[in-house]
């Protein structure tokens, strides 16, 4: 009888020794098979998130306003400047009316042509930005964008002029890419220096389009883009 019980006593622990590794052996493989899944499941998520294209609020480049003429817009101190310096009789200037910054006056070709305003001096690090943008409305003729650093020519200010084409009577949101500014001294171009856009001292918009008559353009906004 006691042997009975005895060999009873050994065959149930037998069996929960086998049950024991069966349920560890069973636990291992749902771990391995959960630890396959998750790791394929980041995957498929990385997968998603790479070739997802970007929203609209994702894709924008952030931009740095400059200017807007409204009551909270920077005072930059423009005043107008002319070719009446040069001998010339071109006529221009500016008024600031409905947060606009008209510019307005009329070319004469004989002596110059030139009209501009600018602002005081300034100091305006825009490295990180990849230009000037510019919404205006305008008629139909070509104007000039300035910016101004401490580069010298042969002792003398050194100005970095893009050109810009509007249309008539349109508002046009204009982009004036650094690597469009070129070099120039009184109107001729120079070989150097590239323009430092790390050291802007100054902003201007000029027409000297080489033709005569009556300019407008109303500036709305300028911002580094």
């Given amino acids: 009888m006691a042997n009975s019980f005895s060999k009873l006593t050994l065959s149930k622990l037998f069996l929960i020794q086998w049950l024991n590794i069966a349920v560890l052996t069973i636990m291992a493989i749902?771990?391995?098979?959960?630890s396959i899944l998750a790791s394929s499941f980041r995957e498929i998520i990385l997968l998603l998130l790479i070739c997802s294209p970007l929203s609209a609020s994702e894709s924008k480049v952030d931009t740095l306003p400059i200017t807007s003429f409204k009551p909270d817009s920077p005072n930059l101190g423009w005043y107008v400047q002319n070719d009446n310096v040069?001998?010339?009789?071109?006529?221009?200037?500016?008024?600031?009316?409905?947060e606009q910054l008209i510019f307005s006056g009329n070319t004469n070709t004989k002596g110059?042509?030139?009209?501009?305003?600018?602002?005081?001096?300034?100091?305006?690090?825009?490295?990180?930005?990849?230009?000037?943008?510019?919404?205006?409305?305008?008629?139909?003729r070509r104007y000039t964008?300035?910016?101004q650093t401490d580069a010298r020519w042969r002792g003398r200010q050194v100005n970095y002029w893009a050109d810009f084409d509007t249309t008539?009577?349109?508002?046009?949101?204009?982009?004036?890419?650094f690597t469009?500014?070129?070099?120039?001294?009184r109107g001729f171009r120079l070989d150097g220096p590239d323009l430092d856009a790390s050291q802007?001292?100054?902003?201007?918009?000029?027409i000297y389009d080489k033709k005569d008559g009556p300019f407008e353009l109303?500036?709305?906004s300028v911002e580094a883009y």
Avoid: C
């Avoid at 305003?117 to 100091?123: D, F, V």
């Avoid at 490295?127 to 305008?138: E, F, Q």
């Avoid at 802007?200 to 000029?206: A, P």
């Fill in 86 to 98: 040069m001998g010339g009789r071109s006529e221009g200037g500016f008024n600031i009316a409905l």
């Fill in 112 to 140: 110059g042509g030139l009209s501009s305003i600018r602002t005081e001096p300034l100091i305006l690090d825009l490295s990180g930005y990849t230009g000037i943008r510019v919404r205006v409305k305008a008629d139909g």
């Fill in 180 to 185: 469009k500014f070129f070099p120039q001294f």
């Fill in 30 to 34: 749902i771990r391995t098979h959960l």
């Fill in 218 to 220: 109303r500036l709305m």
């Fill in 200 to 206: 802007i001292t100054q902003l201007g918009l000029y």
């Fill in 168 to 177: 008539v009577e349109e508002v046009s949101v204009i982009d004036i890419p």
């Fill in 145 to 147: 964008w300035q910016l």
